[in-house]
Antibody, heavy 118, light 113 residues
């Protein structure tokens, strides 16, 4: 089955760190660029970060630049998001999404909830 | 404030037709970037509904259609059904932004009366 499964979310204090993972299966992970998209409680979708298939190109939203690091391991069919210096406004469900090179996200995971609170 | 503007809510009775607008500017939709639409059912992840302005992925009913003109795009749903009640998001790119330039609309909640 073609799917993405996120993990690693949880409760963390402000200023803390968390590492999210996204396990891909059912397709050739190494052929696709990937993204992280988040959704704060009751809010809309916000794009967070992009990584190309070979990791040669990486982008971040201004809101997370310098604090979050995206990476991938094609041998393990996995995508990661290292989140440091977390703030209350980073509280959200984080989705990994497969990037169809025509510019849309054609496969989404179920998401993992990150709560930043003391 | 989202770069792409959507109405916060729309509603319609079963069987009716509703449209959801997505208004941009000359740096995104008006610049020629494609518009894509996602459906998010309550408590679930977003799902691709329309790609490339008007194309439906396999499995999406033809009750859903998309169009684009100038600096705006629209999603139309005909023969409204109870299971269409969801949040809908448009997505495009914006040349005025740095990095990947991905932008989403603020989302529209569709209520089936």
């Amino acid at each position: 089955e073609v799917q993405l499964v996120e993990s690693g979310g949880g409760l963390v204090q402000p200023g803390g760190s968390l590492r999210l993972s996204c396990a891909a299966s059912g397709f050739t992970f190494s052929s696709y660029s990937m993204n992280w998209v988040r959704q704060a409680p009751g809010k809309g979708l916000e794009w967070v970060s992009y990584i190309s298939s070979s990791s040669s190109t990486i982008y971040y939203a201004d809101s997370v630049k310098g604090r979050f690091t995206i990476s991938r391991d094609n041998a393990k069919n996995s995508l990661y998001l290292q989140m440091n210096s977390l703030r209350a406004e980073d509280t959200a469900v984080y989705y990994c999404a497969r990037d169809e090179e025509a510019g849309y996200f054609d496969l989404w995971g179920r998401g993992t909830l990150v709560t930043v609170s003391s | 404030q989202s770069v792409l503007t959507q109405p916060p809510s729309v509603s319609g009775a079963p069987g009716q037709r509703v449209t959801i607008s997505c208004t941009g500017s000359s740096s995104n939709i008006g610049a020629g970037y494609d518009v894509h639409w996602y459906q998010q059912l309550p408590g679930t992840a977003p799902k691709l509904l329309i790609y490339g302005n008007s194309n439906r992925p396999s499995g999406v009913p033809d009750r859903f259609s998309g169009s684009k003109s100038g600096t705006s795009a629209s999603l139309a749903i005909t023969g409204l059904q109870a299971e269409d009640e969801a949040d809908y998001y448009c997505q495009s790119y914006d040349s005025s932004l740095s990095g990947s330039n991905v932008v989403f609309g603020g989302g529209t909640k569709l209520t089936v009366l």
